[in-house]
């Protein structure tokens, strides 16, 4: 089935108010997609892997996306069905401020790595998850490093964020073929 086709079944199973503004491949976008509304993309990832007619048995990974300018996180959702060899991506537009949404863990178990690290990085809280916590960073780190508006502190634990410039550091002299390349 082709994205649009997915859309289509899906719309005709769940409602327009589950699933809506299909948006085909384009130069803006490099994969077609299709908007779920947050608070069904349970209900809507269980049909597209328990619909036989779809398959989708393998959720290939979960990101999120900041958009401050429109006071939004979305997280994409992309799926793939290995019986079937056919794909979908989903959006889902969540507010920026308080951003949330059901976790899929319960549909798919590698959800659960993939929502702790959007948790992680952008503050996306995933509903019913069974362990949402720090994945990457440590638990006591400030703020979420992927919000566009993040701002790097100098120093963690007494320990500098940035790092010198070992060449500036050590004051060493590059060959002068070197120093016109970089």
């Known amino acids: ?3 649009e086709e997915i859309f289509q079944a899906l719309k005709a199973s769940l409602g327009e108010e589950a699933v809506f503004d299909f948006h085909p491949v384009s130069a803006k976008d490099r994969d077609a997609w299709l908007q779920v509304a947050p608070e069904k993309i349970e209900a809507v990832c269980q049909h597209l ?3 036989p007619e ?32 056919h794909r979908v991506v989903l959006k889902a537009f969540l507010d920026r401020e308080s ?15 993939q929502e702790r690290e959007c948790f992680d990085l ?9 362990d949402l916590r720090r994945l990457l960073l440590p638990d006591d780190w400030d703020g979420h490093p992927l919000r566009k508006d993040w701002q790097e502190k100098a120093e963690y634990r007494g320990i500098p ?22």
Request: aromatic share 12%; with cysteine; charged share 25%.
């Open 1 to 3: 089935m082709t994205p």
């Open 49 to 51: 892997r328990e619909a």
């Open 54 to 85: 779809l398959a989708f048995d393998y959720l290939e990974c979960i990101t999120g996306v900041d958009y401050p300018d429109l006071k939004k996180i979305v997280v994409v959702y992309h799926i793939y069905s290995y019986a079937k060899k």
């Open 99 to 113: 951003p949330a949404a059901p976790t899929l863990v319960n549909v798919w178990s590698a959800a659960n790595w």
């Open 122 to 130: 952008l503050g996306v809280r995933f509903e019913g998850h069974p």
């Open 161 to 182: 964020t940035q790092r010198p410039n070992p060449i500036e550091l050590f004051k060493i002299k590059l060959p002068k073929k070197d120093a016109e390349a970089s």
